[in-house]
């Protein structure tokens, strides 16, 4: 046989025998991971805590009335307006979740299995719009439904993804229309 295959038929690795400082690492890494999700997990809190002053989220009035349209889809969470990144985790609005959104005379009824629902009263809707992104979620351009809201003293961006994307544009006119016809309607008072 050639020098060289003897050689490749004599190398192979070499035995592994500090088993403890592998396991050191092993449980060093599981603990610094660990810290990182902890340290998350307190600063998701803390922002609640500094949103603390956020008022309860409204229910749905038991007679709404007809419903105008219905979506299912999935709800992305809420901002503060015209701040896409500032994520709103107080009172539930930060848990992303399925969603089943109706829209009816009363308003935006939002019901979230696993979360707390919440509506958003006609006379608090300011406007909706196709977006592309929201806190923690970015998509295409004009694959969000992003309705404008009035909460408190807020002004609150909430994003929704239907299952079926073509819908957007039917509640983007649909809420649009409404609220010209609240501001109409008021105005006339």
């Not at 500090?18 to 902890?38: E, T």
């Not at 349209?69 to 930060?94: C, E, F, K």
């Not at 979740?97 to 809707?125: C, K, M």
Request: charged share 25%; net charge negative.
């Amino acid at each position: 046989m050639t020098p060289v295959i003897l050689l490749a038929a004599e190398m192979k690795s070499a035995e592994v025998t500090d088993w403890a400082a592998r396991i050191g690492w092993l449980v060093g890494l599981a603990l610094f991971v660990a810290l990182v999700y902890w340290l998350m997990r307190e600063g998701w809190k803390w922002r609640g805590t500094l949103q603390g002053d956020l008022p309860e989220l409204p229910t749905a009035p038991e007679e709404p009335g007809p419903v105008r349209l219905g979506m299912s889809g999935r709800y992305h969470g809420s901002t503060t307006a015209g701040q896409w990144l500032d994520r709103i985790v107080a009172r539930g609005l930060g848990t992303r979740s399925r969603a089943e959104l109706t829209l009816t005379d009363a308003g935006l009824d939002v019901v979230r299995p696993g979360a707390d629902d919440f509506f958003v009263p006609r006379q608090a809707l300011r406007e909706a719009r196709l977006d592309k992104g929201i806190a923690g979620k970015v998509l295409t351009e004009g694959g969000l439904l992003v309705v404008t809201w009035a909460h408190g003293d807020r002004l609150i961006d909430s994003g929704f993804r239907s299952d079926r994307a073509a819908e957007h544009n039917e509640w983007v006119d649909a809420i649009n229309a409404m609220i010209e016809k609240t501001e109409t309607t008021e105005g006339a008072r």
